[in-house]
């Protein structure tokens, strides 16, 4: 697994928030179990059809990447792109 994505990951923040990818906005959504051994996110493109989906989970400590029906590379690539905006209001 990437070091750089899951840096990129972990600081994004817990719930709903906006941002960009692309030169597009989009919403994300992100949640963490308390354990800390996994972490979802759902992003959508705002005014698009595009989207983004995975599951990570920590088994025996290593990171393990689920991609909901898309590449990994798509998933990798946005949490590396997205830029959080300051303000979700």
Not at 35 to 44: A, S
Not at 46 to 61: K, M, Q
């Amino acid at each position: 697994m990437d070091e750089q994505f899951l840096i990129a990951l972990a600081k994004l923040p817990t719930g709903y928030s906006r941002g960009s990818y692309c030169g597009g906005s989009w919403g994300i959504t992100v949640e963490r179990s308390a354990d800390g051994r996994r972490v979802k996110l759902y992003g959508e493109a705002l005014g698009g059809d595009d989207h983004v989906s995975f599951n990570l989970y920590r088994v025996a400590g290593e990171p393990r990447l689920k991609p909901c029906e898309m590449p990994a590379a798509k998933v990798i690539d946005f949490v590396l792109g997205f830029e959080p905006a300051l303000n979700v209001g």
